[in-house]
């Protein structure tokens, strides 16, 4: 729960972009994006838990972590407004995604077709909790939220379907 607190920090922040309308179509996007391929709540928690693990992991390898080109990197990826594979950042590699597929469907049983279908909406989903941190338009530095996910070994403090699951909880109790 400890990327969700930072989250909930975040959204409390006059100087950062977070809000509770945010947060609130985050989630809304991850439904509808589970309502379209037929996951419900709990494989959304589960698909997000892997993207998320994954993402941690590709940004401690890239040369951006905690910089502001990470903060920009997830800030450009939320920004689009469709979901398909032009819109998965340059970071997620053909041989990445791949990775992360395999990785999908390891842990859930899904079809490859549908991870793939799946997998640009459940980037941005994700990337769109770890942009709440960013900071307004009159401040500038590192986002906490993206701060703390990469800072923070992967387990339960920063599993962003224990995210999702809190922020739909919070959003609709």
Do not use: C, W
Not at 15 to 42: R, Y
Not at 73 to 94: G, I, K, M, R
């Amino acid at each position: 729960m400890g990327l969700f607190f930072d989250i909930l920090s975040a959204i409390n922040h006059p100087n950062q972009q977070g809000s509770v309308e945010q947060l609130n179509i985050i989630v809304s996007e991850a439904q509808q994006l589970g309502s379209s391929h037929g996951f419900d709540d709990a494989m959304l928690q589960t698909l997000l838990s892997v993207v998320g693990g994954f993402l941690q992991t590709v940004f401690r390898q890239s040369a951006v972590i905690g910089s502001v080109a990470s903060d920009a990197l997830v800030s450009q990826t939320v920004s689009t407004s469709h979901y398909d594979a032009a819109s998965l950042p340059a970071f997620l590699t053909p041989e990445r995604q791949q990775q992360l597929l395999q990785a999908l469907a390891q842990r859930t049983g899904l079809s490859n077709t549908t991870l793939q279908a799946a997998l640009p909406g459940l980037v941005k989903v994700a990337l769109g909790f770890l942009n709440l941190g960013t900071g307004t338009f009159r401040t500038s530095g590192a986002n906490p939220v993206l701060k703390s996910f990469l800072m923070t070994d992967h387990n339960e403090n920063i599993d962003l379907g224990e995210v999702f699951k809190f922020s739909n909880r919070l959003l609709h109790p």
